[in-house]
C-alpha cells in the first residue's frame, strides 16, 4: 500500500535550510552546550525518521515532514 498526501508535509530539506538559515541570522553558535551544526543534524534525524501508524500499520514518513512534528 502507498499513502500520499496523507495530511499536510513540508519538505524535508527545506526544513533543514530554514532552520540553518535561521542559526545563522541570528549568529548563533550553540545553545546551551549543543553546536549549531548538532542541532542541525538532530532536526534532520527527527524528520528523516517520522513514523505513523495507519489502519494498525506503521510507516515511515519518506518524503516531507508532518506539520506540528517536534
Keep these: 500500500m ?3 498526501d496523507l495530511y499536510t ?3 524535508q530539506t527545506e526544513c533543514i535550510m530554514s532552520i540553518k538559515k535561521l542559526l545563522d541570522y ?3 553558535k550553540k545553545i546551551g552546550n549543543i553546536k549549531a ?3 542541525i543534524r538532530l532536526c ?3 524528520i528523516q525518521n ?3 501508524s495507519y489502519n494498525g500499520k506503521f510507516f ?3 518524503r ?3 506539520i506540528g512534528s517536534p
Excluded: C, P, R, S
Design 37 to 39: 551544526e548538532t542541532i
Design 50 to 52: 517520522n513514523y505513523f
Design 9 to 11: 508535509m513540508i519538505l
Design 2 to 4: 502507498d499513502v500520499m
Design 60 to 62: 515511515h514518513q519518506v
Design 26 to 28: 541570528f549568529k548563533i
Design 44 to 46: 534532520q534525524f527527527v
Design 64 to 66: 516531507g515532514g508532518a
